[in-house]
């Protein structure tokens, strides 16, 4: 019950001071909102965001607050209501006056906030591995694009246990629709004939998977290694992975990989038949370091001892020291003054080696493979070196032309081949 | 009908006072919010609070609509937000179109060779669908290009959805509760329709960035904020004001009695579908416009809008309002929005029990839904109800 | 980069036996210790691969080394690590918070260590299902039948034509006669993919024929590969499968792109091509005469682009007919890629004679997911079917009962560990859970709403996100695990074709039980009766005696009781979120209403209508499940038109306005 009331306490909208003494020489307090939803579907991730936002800003605030002033959380809930993105963001910039904003989960969350957040020049983190195509000047995303998760995990697939027979399932909504245009592309690319890629899309909190399960299996009737890319979402993986076990789909058979189920998710699984299937992220809770030790001890000491990490709080963790760092060096909250010492910025990684913020607001993260284990965690089986963040894929012709660089070009939408900026603000 | 039924008594204004009244406060509404908006610089209310007062206009007028189709009619329709959304993205199409159009003609301007038309047009698809992995542009966004034909669409679209949805299920004599699982089923259906990305309106992520208006990129959001206001409010006036000459002659006992027996009416030769044809499509179109007026104030619009839920929220905020009166569906809707985004926006100070400290983002949700319970069983006739008792109490 | 491990390779094999030769009596001290050996392939166990992996297992077996096959073994088992300092390579075993390395040779514990002072090889499945495919030797005449099985699944799982000898002199010895049934089998499929002598080979591929396993068909597909080819003219040497024709198995477009693809033919100019083109030409504002501000009118360009050719600035643009008269002038073709007709001919003889077969057993799959899903929509509406078919109640918090029941499952698995018993125990307690929340909501809430029938629909709809907030706030917002016990954990497989997971035909019983049960209580019962009267006539059931307050709160106790029950089974099989309900509610509606309220016969045809129209839909267009549950809603729409009440409509009184 403890940490309960201390959340309870600090997840006030109003702003709260999290820690008793203000510094003196500090006018305004530096803000940091909190925009993640607390309720509706997509409270079942995005909560957890929320606690691990509100430990780091405690654990700022004791080791002296930044600038040598107090940090105070300001927590809203969008409540999973697109529209609500747009609104709070708002709110936030304009009313409360927040210095930063750590939020978001969905795209379309990400797009509703994103016209509001380049039209009042606020400043975002976005934690979360998203489809790419995109790089507002406003917005750091500290979560994976595809070639930081999707294109390794296909590399994996093809080389290191010789798939030959692709099944992408998603659900039917932006990420996994992106996601597997791009995958398309680049096994078109590898010499996978079209035939040999079956792509079926489920909606949200689909349960009845028994026929497309059984059209997965009948995919090895062509002779050939079949495996899954999955980037079905949230609670229908339970459903999925059920089924799975049940028609005794084993990973040594058809391994799937999935790029949305972390230990938050399988939290909620039976994860005994689960065992060997693969998860490709830029972070697990297994990863064997010492400042992953801390920080696993801290969170489980901050939220309980049941609860476990995953790979967008480590994105928070980066992208909330990366910020932290930044306005030590500009010397100040300023929007701009902080975006530009971002470009650059170095923090340790809690799997290792080191994290940089590139220029076009994307970071170099090593990409890892896990396999599951019986007790919900993950085998690390492979961990490459830091890749660049990639904002625009190199496999769909229209993106392969375009960059972002805004400290260079100053344009997040940058056509190298008339060697124009297409557009400043992003296309939401 | 003959023309007769449809024309205005003299004086219907002087006959219903609530009518005049209700302007009159719209109107003083509108001027005090307006003089404390940033707009003009006072700065009382911010841009953000503006935007959701506005956006809440535009649910009061699609909720009077509601009680005009439900609270006179006796159709409780689940449904009328499929209509709301279908405006929404209407004038969504155009936004996103002309804004992007835009940015594509300037980017492309530094080009050597001028770009031919089909290159535009391709640039423009490329720029909105390459989010959903597509390039071209699909043929319903054959009139997004002009403001003036997607108005239009807005007005006739749902109307037509309403008109045959409406023709088929009058006809078959669906009624009650068997028309609300109807008309509930057709807002899902269109809203699972909407969710898969191969439908040509972004699936999941729907349009957003809709509160740039193409052409008023200079102006700043606390202005344009303020015109939607404004406008939100003229179309609340107008729709109150026609609705309430609808069902204040005739045409409107007609419909009350057709909500109080059916069959009765239709004994004494009235075509009762026509008439329940007319307020279900006339609803459809007013929720329209009240959706393309909404959602370029709340910038994005996508499938989750219309989904079962929203539709039964609309009739909720119609009963606690009070149905069969038309500011009844006002005060319901403006209550419960607005108490809605004071809860989740945060305004609310938690409560210390000592043991326990309610955090109201967790238990809003819960005292909403005891609400809807308490409201239906003490209150039947909604605040409206309540506000009518101690107004003629002395 | 396998070119360089395979010289590096083959030098180190080199310089062993030169060494061996030089100098015996060291090299026998160093031959009988695996370390060494381990050393010099360092550089692969320490990175495996599943590429290069294959001739290290081969070469560690092939040296006879004592401990070799069960050092790979343990390798396999992620047991080895290798020590940073020294390179050494150790068994590793869990010792408390530290890990104890021991030696691969001696057996002997060596140090205790910490897991960050070493180096954990985690061998991924692609390189463990290399290691298996390579102590297939040692293992098909293993003792344990598990290890002689895991052989057989590595046979299976990665075949190649070095097992058929193994293969087939383990099976005179082997004991266990499914095991033996299996490796004769196995042995049949290795044979007509790699035989050597050709007649045993076309033998196997025709005893292939009217097996529907995956596994057969997928060595007669392979065998039957093809691929798409274009030539001027049909080949005399190729195996052909069959010759395509342009505008029927392919368009213009693609036989153009596979012209371009193959190499005959030039690729037609993009629009953006001619741009470039253009824009390389301008000359004072002018391309080939054309002002530039006249350019973006397509006719213009290529007016300038011809102009450009006339002056010789350019190549010449091809003639419009060129691309059609390109393709005309060639074949395309599908090609065997195995060249040997015979082969191919016998294998697709063999898939032919099972299309038939494969396409029956699919429809058959296809009936029981059907059968299925209705199971599950009917066990999520007949709570439903009560309180709102037979007493007229809109309880939208319908579905938060379901939710309510599968949480109390959880609960109950929270207490009790077995979940064979936690299932017995949750089945009875879910209904009581449920039958108490529903009568209590039917004394405070909606006893006084019967009058107003649509004012239920609200009132329950605010209890409905009330109970889904509590829920959340109680439980949490993650997904909450149910585990079925293992008997409900497998599935039903006729063959590889036709199979239904347990879980499902277990909900398939319940639904049947629930239909059973209700009819008998309904039709049978002092209760039925009394429930019937009380809905037909309240009135003149209250004047007859019966007492209309108490059996409405036991009829809607037990259509929320059942709903808790149905929560249970919906939560083995799905996930137990607090926003369960709601997925529920709405396509229980429109099955009630399909099927015709009042009836609980309508409810079972409604279930079965929708769930096996949507699998229907879904066979068609198998790679949009959402494309599906629309058109299965539209459907419901204009059913509804048609027949307003139902399919199984009451007629006369009972069937009430």
């Known amino acids: 019950m403890t940490h309960r009331s201390l959340l309870a306490a600090l997840a006030t909208s109003t702003a709260l001071v999290a820690a008793p003494a203000i510094a003196q020489d500090c006018a305004d307090p530096i803000k940091v909102g909190v925009l993640h939803s607390l309720s509706g579907s997509m409270a079942i991730s995005e909560t957890t965001l929320r606690d691990v936002m509100l430990m780091l800003i405690e654990q700022q605030n004791e080791a002296g607050g930044v600038l040598g002033c107090q940090l105070e959380a300001v927590v809203v809930d969008p409540a999973s209501d697109w529209p609500l993105f747009a609104e709070l963001t708002r709110q936030l910039l304009t009313v409360d006056e927040v210095d930063v904003i750590f939020g978001a989960w969905t795209s379309v969350s990400r797009k509703s906030a994103l016209p509001v957040l380049e039209e009042l020049n606020g400043l975002m983190f976005y934690p979360v591995q998203y489809e790419g195509e995109e790089s507002s000047r406003n917005v750091f995303y500290t979560g994976a694009a595809p070639n930081q998760q999707a294109i390794p995990a296909v590399d994996y697939f093809l080389e290191e246990l010789g798939v030959e027979s692709f099944a992408l399932l998603g659900t039917d909504y932006v990420y996994p629709r992106t996601t597997n245009a791009i995958l398309e592309a680049y096994l078109l690319d590898k010499g996978i004939a079209a035939e040999d890629i079956f792509v079926n899309y489920t909606p949200f909190g689909h349960s009845d998977w028994s026929t497309i399960v059984s059209d997965v299996v009948a995919l090895g009737a062509g002779g050939k290694q079949v ?15 059920t089924e799975l076990g049940a028609q005794g789909v084993s990973a040594a058979d058809i391994p799937v990989v999935a790029f949305s189920v972390g230990e938050e998710e399988l939290s909620g699984l039976d994860t005994g038949p689960l065992a060997g299937h693969l998860a490709a992220w830029n972070y697990f809770q297994s990863a064997d370091t010492e400042i992953n030790a801390d920080f696993v001890a801290a969170w489980k000491e901050f939220a309980g001892e049941d609860r476990v990490t995953n790979d967008p709080m480590e994105a928070h963790y980066i992208g909330f020291n990366m910020w932290v760092n930044a306005v030590e060096a500009a010397g100040t909250t300023d929007v701009d003054a902080v975006r530009e010492a971002m470009w650059g910025q170095e923090y340790p990684n809690l799997t290792g080696g080191t994290a940089v913020m590139n220029a076009n607001h994307h970071l170099s993260k090593p990409v890892l493979i896990g396999e599951i284990r019986e007790d919900g965690q993950f ?24 960059t972002s660089d805004w400290q260079a070009l100053e344009c997040g939408m940058y056509n190298t081949e008339t060697e124009t900026c297409v557009q400043l603000t992003s296309n939401y | 009908m003959a023309k007769t039924t449809l024309a205005p008594r003299k004086g219907f204004l002087s006959e219903n006072p609530s009518v005049l009244r209700f302007l009159g406060l719209l109107a003083l509404f509108t001027i005090i919010i307006s003089a404390l908006a940033e707009g003009f610089g006072v700065g ?23 009680d005009v189709v439900w609270g006179y009619c006796g159709i409780l329709s689940l449904g009328h937000f499929a209509f709301f959304g279908l405006g929404g993205y209407g004038i969504g199409m155009w936004l996103m179109y002309a804004r992007t159009e835009g940015i594509v003609r300037e980017s492309l301007a530094n080009a050597p060779i001028p770009a031919t038309e089909g290159e535009v047009r391709d640039a423009i698809a490329t720029q909105i669908f390459s989010v959903v992995g597509s390039t071209e542009l699909p043929f319903i966004w054959g009139f997004a290009h002009s403001l003036t034909l997607q108005l239009l669409l807005i ?24 028309l609300s699982i ?24 729907g349009l957003s960035g809709l509160q740039n208006i193409p052409g008023l990129l200079h102006l700043p959001q606390s202005t344009i904020a303020l015109w939607f206001f404004w406008a939100s409010a003229l179309a609340l006036g107008l729709g ?86 038309l500011y009844g569906a006002v005060i319901g809707a403006a209550t419960v929005s607005l108490l809605s985004s004071w809860f989740t926006g945060g305004g609310a100070p938690n409560i210390n029990l000592g043991f326990y400290e309610i955090v109201w983002t967790d238990w809003w949700l819960v005292l909403l839904g005891l609400g809807f319970v308490a409201v239906t069983l003490f209150f039947p006739k909604g605040i409206g109800g309540l506000f009518d008792y101690l107004v003629r109490k002395p | 980069m396998p070119l360089r491990t395979v010289l590096s390779r083959a030098l180190a094999i080199l310089v062993l036996s030169m060494l061996a030769l030089t100098a015996p009596p060291r090299a026998a001290v160093a031959q009988d210790t695996l370390q060494p050996l381990l050393q010099q392939y360092a550089e692969e166990l320490a990175s495996p691969s599943r590429r290069s992996f294959g001739a290290v297992a081969d070469a560690l077996l092939a040296d006879g080394r004592p401990g070799a096959a069960d050092f790979l073994r343990r390798y396999e088992a992620r047991e080895v690590v290798q020590r940073p300092e020294d390179g050494l390579f150790f068994y590793a075993e869990d010792a408390g918070d530290l890990v104890r390395l021991i030696d691969v040779d001696t057996g002997a514990a060596v140090a205790d260590v910490s897991s960050r002072d070493v180096d954990q090889i985690r061998a991924n499945a692609g390189v463990r299902r290399v290691i298996a495919a390579a102590l297939v030797p040692f293992e098909l005449n293993a003792p344990e039948r598990a290890r002689r099985e895991a052989a057989l699944d590595a046979i299976s799982r990665s075949a190649e034509a070095s097992q058929i000898a193994p293969l087939a002199d383990s099976i005179a010895q082997e004991p266990d006669p499914d095991l033996k049934t299996r490796k004769e089998r196995l042995f049949l499929l290795l044979t007509a993919q790699f035989g050597a002598e050709r007649a045993e080979r076309l033998e196997a591929i025709a005893a292939l024929g009217g097996d529907t396993s995956i596994e057969a068909r997928g060595v007669l597909n392979q065998l039957t590969a093809t691929r798409t080819e274009v030539a001027p003219s049909l080949p005399e040497s190729a195996n052909i499968a069959r010759v395509l024709t342009v505008g029927e198995d392919l368009t213009q477009a693609e036989a153009y792109a596979d012209l371009v693809d193959a190499g005959l033919a030039e690729p037609a100019q993009t629009p953006s091509e ?61 090609e065997y890629v195995l060249n040997d007709p015979e082969i191919t001919t016998a294998a697709q003889d063999a898939l032919d004679s099972t299309a038939q077969a494969i396409a029956t057993y699919q429809m058959a799959d296809l009936v029981l997911d059907g059968l299925s899903l209705a199971s599950i929509f009917f066990l999520a509406a007949i709570g439903l079917a009560i309180t709102f078919g037979v007493m007229g109640v809109i309880n939208m918090a319908h579905g938060e009962f379901i939710m309510m029941g599968a949480y109390t499952g959880y609960v109950v698995q929270l207490f009790i560990p077995d979940y064979t018993i936690s299932l017995l125990v949750a089945l009875p307690l879910a209904f009581l859970v449920t039958f108490g929340a529903g009568v209590a909501m039917e004394r405070a809430v909606i006893r006084h709403l019967y009058t107003r029938p649509l004012e239920t629909l609200l009132a329950t709809f605010g209890i409905s996100i009330a109970l889904q907030q509590l829920a959340k706030n109680i439980f ?39 239909l059973g049960v209700l009819l008998y209580i309904l039709k049978r019962t002092r209760l039925g009766l009394e429930v019937r009267a009380v809905t037909q006539n309240p009135g003149m059931a209250a004047s007859m005696g019966i007492n209309p307050d108490r059996i409405n709160m036991l009829t809607f106790g037990l259509g929320s009781g059942i709903a808790g029950i149905a929560g249970v089974a919906i939560g083995l099989y799905a996930q137990v979120t607090s926003e369960m309900g709601a997925s529920y509610i709405v396509q229980s509606f429109m099955t009630v209403v399909v099927g015709g309220v009042g009836n609980v016969w309508g409810t079972l045809a409604g279930a079965s209508l929708i769930g096996f129209l949507q699998k229907g839909i879904e066979w068609f267009n198998p790679s949009n499940t959402l494309a599906a549950q629309t058109f299965m809603v539209l459907f419901v729409i204009l059913f509804i038109q048609f027949r307003p009440k139902g399919i199984v409509a009451l007629k006369g009184r009972a069937a009430g306005d």
């Open chain 1, 227 to 241: 495996g899954v890319i999955s980037t079905i979402n949230g609670d229908a993986n339970v459903g999925f992975y």
């Open chain 2, 155 to 178: 007005v006739l679209v749902p109307g037509l959805l309403a008109l045959v949805f409406g023709w088929l299920a009058f006809r078959s004599r669906v009624t009650g509760v068997y």
């Open chain 2, 240 to 325: 109150y004001l026609l609705f309430a000459w609808l069902v204040s002659g005739k045409f409107g006992s007609v419909v009350r009695a057709i909500r109080d027996n059916e069959s009765r009416v239709r004994f004494l030769g009235y075509h009762v579908e026509s008439y329940k044809l007319v307020v279900f499509t006339a609803t459809a179109i007013v929720s329209g416009i009240a959706g393309a007026l909404y959602y370029p104030q709340a910038g994005i619009i996508n499938p989750a809008e219309i989904a079962p839920i929203t539709s039964i929220y609309l009739a909720v905020w119609v009963a606690i309002g009070g149905r069969g009166r």
């Open chain 3, 476 to 514: 949490g917002t993650q997904a909450r695990p149910l585990t079925a016990p293992d008997w409900l954990g497998g599935a039903i497989t006729f063959n590889d074709i036709v199979g239904i997971s347990t879980i499902r035909v277990a909900i398939f019983v319940l639904a049947l039980i629930f």
């Open chain 1, 379 to 402: 085998d690390i089986i492979s961990q490459t070196t830091e890749v660049p963040g990639d904002a625009w894929t190199d496999f769909l012709p229209e993106s392969a032309v375009l």
């Open chain 2, 44 to 66: 009382v209310i911010s841009t953000s609070f503006l935007k959701v007062l506005g956006m809440t206009l535009c649910l009061c007028l699609i909720a009077v609509a509601m």
């Open chain 3, 274 to 334: 001619l741009r470039a083109v253009l824009a390389e030409n301008i000359v004072d504002g002018r391309v080939g005469g054309v002002p530039v501000g006249r350019l973006s009118d397509p006719m213009a360009r290529i007016e300038a682009y011809e102009a450009l050719e006339d002056a010789g600035a350019v190549p010449p643009r091809a003639a419009p007919d060129e691309a059609a008269q390109a393709v005309a002038a060639h074949v395309f073709y599908d």
């Open chain 2, 182 to 205: 109807l008309t509930q089923a057709m807002t899902l259906a269109l809203s699972l329709y909407l969710f898969q990305n191969d439908t040509g309106l972004r699936g999941n992520n």
